[in-house]
């Protein structure tokens, strides 16, 4: 065989390789959706909440390259804490009724304002934290490499700094 033959026949297998690559880069690259799905995307969602009588706020976003991202903001209960779990069924069901697929869930817990009157339940941690705070020495801002490092290092000797740091 001719080495002419050989390297027109590689060159024709490499642009047609090409071509397939770039046909199926385009049929996998996700195409935004209409903002009336993602106003479906985001109802189906609310109803999967309110029927089981959970009051959430919930948006629906499309993120290029990724696909359909549902924001969701339900007051803190012990049923999410296994929130992954909801994820998978609450994507079934976006998919089932829609059509559409949601690639991720971000959740949102929202603190609660108040703090209850009686804290000595928090544990030890909660009163630390509430005597550093009190403490007219306890004060939170910026501060350098070096100056982090040397207190990482006084804690791992457990060095006692005289000047009251």
């Not at 297998?13 to 479906?40: E, F, H, Q, S």
């Not at 995307?41 to 948006?59: E, M």
Request: charged share 25%; aromatic share 10%.
């Amino acid at each position: 065989m001719d080495l002419g033959v050989i390297f027109v026949f590689l060159g024709m297998t490499a642009v047609i390789g090409a071509m397939i690559y770039l046909i199926g880069l385009a049929l996998l690259r996700k195409k935004a959706p209409a903002p009336n799905d993602l106003v479906r995307v985001a109802d189906a969602t609310l109803a999967y909440f309110r029927a089981s009588d959970v009051d959430a706020k919930v948006d629906c976003v499309f993120v290029p390259g990724k696909g359909l991202v549902a924001l969701v903001e339900v007051d803190p209960q012990e049923r999410f804490r296994s929130s992954y779990i909801i994820e998978q069924t609450l994507k079934e069901q976006i998919l089932r009724i829609t059509g559409r697929h949601l690639v991720e869930v971000y959740w949102r817990f929202p603190m609660i304002d108040k703090l209850p009157p009686d804290t000595a339940h928090a544990g030890p941690a909660f009163a630390a934290m509430k005597s550093a705070k009190q403490d007219p020495n306890f004060d939170i801002g910026e501060t350098s490499w070096d100056e982090y490092e040397r207190a990482l290092s006084r804690a791992a000797g457990n060095e006692i700094r005289k000047d009251g740091g």
